[in-house]
Every structure is written in structure tokens, then in C-alpha cells.
């Protein structure tokens, strides 16, 4: 009979220990499985942040390509404006237009002059080769 309570006692001491062993094992489990579970987050939001970063990459090309085009834009517009201020006034203009009217009619004016002298002396050589031929 002592060495049955001694068994039955070994025993006791054994389901204890077993008892404690496997709520320290279902206590790691649920651990693991906690940390399984954060890690696969940590992945799914890691490949997002990837997907991420590709657009951003992709959009500061973008914006970069962008922010050269507007510069070549800007130098091409500032360079139009640089010769914009190099021309005349457009009083100026005005007045250079009326001046070069009046010198047109001017010279007009002066070739039909021309014309009508050189017919008068066209005449005047006729009539007086005509008197030579006369006499």
C-alpha cells in the first residue's frame, strides 16, 4: 500500500507538471501564433508600402520631367519678353509708319514730275528736229 500512495503520489506530481508543461506550451503557441499573425501584417504592409514607393518613384519622374519642360518653358518665354522690351514703341511705330507714307507720296509725286519733264522734253526734241526738217 506505500508503494501505491508512493505511485499514486509520483503520478500527482506528474499531472501537475504535465498540467503546467502544456499551459506553458499553449501559452507559447498562442505567442507564436500572435507573432505569425504580426509578422504576415507586417509583410502584406511592407508590399504595400513597396507599391508604394514604385508610384512615388514613378510620379517624382513624372513631376521631374515636368519641372524641365516648365524651366525650358520659362527661359523661352523670358527670352521673348528680353526681345520684346528691344523693339520699338508702338508710338513710334505709328509715327515711323506716317513718315514713310508721306516720303511715298513724296516720291510719287516727284516720278510724275519726272515722267511729265522727260514727255516735255520728249516734245520739245521732236518739235525742234521737226523745225530742222522744216527749214
Known amino acids: 500500500v506505500a508503494k501505491i500512495e ?3 503520489d509520483e503520478l500527482l506530481t506528474v499531472k ?3 498540467s503546467k508543461t ?3 506550451l499553449n ?3 498562442r505567442r507564436l501564433n500572435k507573432e505569425m499573425e504580426d509578422a504576415e501584417a507586417l509583410k502584406a504592409d511592407m508590399i504595400n508600402k513597396e507599391g508604394q514607393l514604385v508610384k512615388l518613384q514613378a ?4 513631376v521631374t520631367k515636368e519641372i524641365h519642360h ?3 518653358l520659362m527661359d523661352k518665354l523670358r ?3 528680353e526681345e520684346a522690351s528691344e523693339m520699338p514703341d508702338v508710338g513710334d511705330y505709328i509715327l515711323q509708319k506716317k513718315e514713310q507714307q508721306a516720303l511715298e507720296t513724296v516720291q510719287k509725286n516727284w516720278t510724275k514730275k519726272v515722267e511729265i519733264m522727260e514727255m516735255a522734253a520728249k516734245r520739245t526734241r521732236s518739235l525742234t ?3 530742222k526738217y522744216d527749214a
Do not use: M
Request: no cysteine; aromatic share 4%; hydrophobic share 25%.
Open 6 to 8: 508512493e505511485r499514486n
Open 22 to 24: 502544456i499551459q506553458a
Open 79 to 81: 527670352l521673348q519678353i
Open 16 to 18: 501537475l507538471s504535465t
Open 27 to 29: 501559452e507559447y503557441k
Open 129 to 131: 528736229l521737226r523745225g
Open 59 to 62: 510620379e517624382n519622374k513624372k
Open 70 to 72: 516648365e524651366k525650358k
